[in-house]
């Protein structure tokens, strides 16, 4: 199927009658499904369920179809209750479409750090809004809007390009090419770079992207020569299309692959491991040469997402450090789907984190509520303390939570969450966070005021699904 970009949608069917049942394969995006199951009926029609495995969990895949001379008429729902979505399927050469031969892996051993990321990097990434929409007007646009609004200033500096900007097929000599959303990505780099920012890019270690692109599988030093060459200081390295031909126990080798040839182009590039927290990736992210990982799955602009990710990684803390952070996806702050309390939930807890700050919204378009949660300049600091040490979960009642982190200079960060659906009083005992009397300071980060300190405790009010950021010194 086209696309609007000039590329195709492709899904290939290998299929074999055999009575009345059909076996085979289907390649889809980045995923290879085994036809588990098949029917054909007396008016000829065929079902199909194919299926595969991903990680611990099954995939499955339906279709309805039906042979109308050398042409297969499909209908497919990727939910039952949505309308179905009618194509035709043709031949196509042979060989076409088939699974690349499987690459040999290299013996593990570890990549030297880059020097990069000695704070959690900051800046914006096309996918949560744009997704497929992405071109390079817009980027153009929000590198701009990063200047005038002030988010360049408050540290926000890499402009990153998610997926769905690749072409359809690589040039004569196997390079990358990209498709006519971004007819060239270096004047666009240059462009970028000209505004005191860095540019971004987006690649999969398998045959295809998340999204069917163009993936970088067999081409790893020279699509990282490319980007070299075209100035890219970042790079999100998404596992999708490697699933269809690695298990998850081989992850470590194919990202030092790749980890390998990113330094062999002797240029910076930051290294960011997209795999949703596989294979215990924390444990092994640093030795590839990564300074982000994934932990979690995607993130949505919903309470329920944001929280289920956010405060499921206190046990990871002993895993950040400079140059290396817990990634738990980027920011939803602006995009519309949380209240304003929930966003400052956002913001505190993902720097509690140490964690990436990669805005998602439209910079060109921002409220000042919204200005006013990423550009904190007193909660960025908590993000970006030198010390880089992740927050944990302290004392903990019911959806009332306490959470601390340590700071270079000696202060602790304090986050005190209302994860519940009504305003709640909430006290804070100095002694729990590591105080034997009163702090000599307490700053409240959202309220840009200071505090009095008295007493073994502090006692506060805060919002249904809100935070009170403290700092204490």
Same mark, same amino acid.
């Given at each position: 199927m086209p696309r609007a970009d000039g590329t195709n949608s492709k899904v290939y069917f290998n299929l074999r009658q055999e009575g009345n049942k059909i076996t085979g394969t289907i390649?889809?995006?980045?995923?290879? %499904?085994?036809?588990?199951?098949?029917? *054909?009926?007396s008016d000829g029609v065929i079902t199909l369920t194919a299926s595969m495995k991903d990680g611990k969990s099954d995939r499955t895949v339906k279709y309805e179809a039906k042979l109308v001379g050398d042409q297969l008429q499909l209908s497919t729902r990727r939910r039952p209750e949505d309308k179905p979505t009618e @194509?035709?399927?043709? !031949?196509v050469p042979d060989g076409e479409g088939a699974m690349p031969a499987r690459l040999t892996l290299p013996a593990l051993k570890k990549i030297p750090a880059n020097g990069l990321a000695k704070t959690p990097p900051m800046g914006w990434n096309s996918w949560n809004l744009f997704k @497929?929409?992405?071109?390079d007007e817009i980027v153009?646009? *929000?590198?701009?809007?990063?200047? $005038? @609004?002030?988010?360049? #200033?408050?540290g926000y500096v890499y402009v990153n390009i998610d997926d769905t /900007?690749?072409?359809? !097929?690589r040039d004569p000599q196997g390079n990358i090419t990209t498709n006519s959303k971004f007819p060239d990505m270096k004047a666009l780099a240059d462009y970028v770079h000209n505004k005191g920012l860095k540019l971004g890019i987006y690649t999969s270690p398998g045959p295809n992207t998340c999204a069917g692109y163009e993936g970088t599988y067999g081409h790893e030093e020279q699509d990282a020569k490319t980007f070299a060459a075209w100035g890219i200081d970042y790079v999100k390295y998404d596992w999708c299309g490697a699933r269809i031909l690695y298990t998850d126990e081989e992850m470590p080798q194919v990202y030092q692959k790749f980890g390998e040839a990113l330094q062999k182009t002797?240029?910076? *590039?930051? %290294?960011?491991?997209?795999? %949703?927290?596989?294979?215990?990736?924390?444990? /092994?992210?640093?030795?590839?040469?990564?300074?982000a990982w994934r932990t979690t799955g995607d993130i949505s602009d919903r309470w329920e997402s944001m929280t289920r990710i956010g405060f499921s990684q206190s046990d990871l803390a002993q895993y950040a450090a400079p140059g290396h952070w817990n990634d738990p996806d980027m920011l939803e702050v602006g995009n519309g789907g949380m209240t304003a309390d929930e966003y400052r939930?956002? &913001?505190?807890? /993902?720097?509690?984190?140490?964690?990436?700050?990669?805005?998602?919204?439209?910079?060109?378009?921002? @409220?000042?509520?919204?200005?006013?949660?990423?550009?904190?300049?007193?909660?960025? +600091?908590?993000?970006?303390?030198k010390a880089g040490k992740q927050g944990t979960r302290g004392p903990q009642q019911s959806d009332q939570e306490i959470w601390v !982190?340590?700071? +270079?200079?000696?202060?602790?960060? *304090?986050?005190?969450?209302?994860?519940?659906?009504?305003?709640?009083?909430? $006290?804070?005992? /100095?002694?729990?966070?590591?105080?034997?009397?009163?702090?000599?300071?307490?700053?409240?980060?959202? +309220?840009?005021? #200071?505090?009095?300190?008295?007493?073994?405790?502090?006692?506060?009010?805060?919002? &249904?699904?809100?935070?009170?950021?403290? !700092?204490?010194?």
């Open positions: 390649r889809s995006t980045q995923f290879f %499904y085994k036809i588990s199951d098949s029917s *054909i009926g @194509s035709i399927a043709r !031949r @497929s929409r992405v071109n153009r646009g *929000i590198a701009d809007a990063m200047v $005038t @609004s002030g988010m360049r #200033d408050a /900007w690749e072409g359809e !097929r002797g240029r910076p *590039i930051l %290294y960011s491991l997209c795999q %949703y927290g596989r294979d215990d990736v924390w444990k /092994w992210g640093p030795d590839v040469g990564g300074n939930t956002h &913001m505190s807890l /993902w720097s509690l984190l140490a964690a990436p700050l990669l805005a998602g919204n439209d910079i060109r378009n921002m @409220s000042p509520e919204t200005k006013s949660i990423l550009m904190n300049p007193e909660v960025i +600091a908590i993000d970006q303390d !982190r340590e700071l +270079a200079d000696g202060a602790r960060a *304090i986050g005190i969450f209302n994860r519940g659906s009504a305003p709640a009083d909430m $006290t804070l005992k /100095w002694a729990d966070v590591g105080f034997s009397k009163p702090p000599a300071k307490v700053r409240d980060l959202w +309220a840009h005021a #200071d505090v009095k300190a008295e007493g073994s405790e502090y006692k506060v009010t805060v919002p &249904m699904h809100g935070v009170v950021l403290l !700092r204490l010194k």
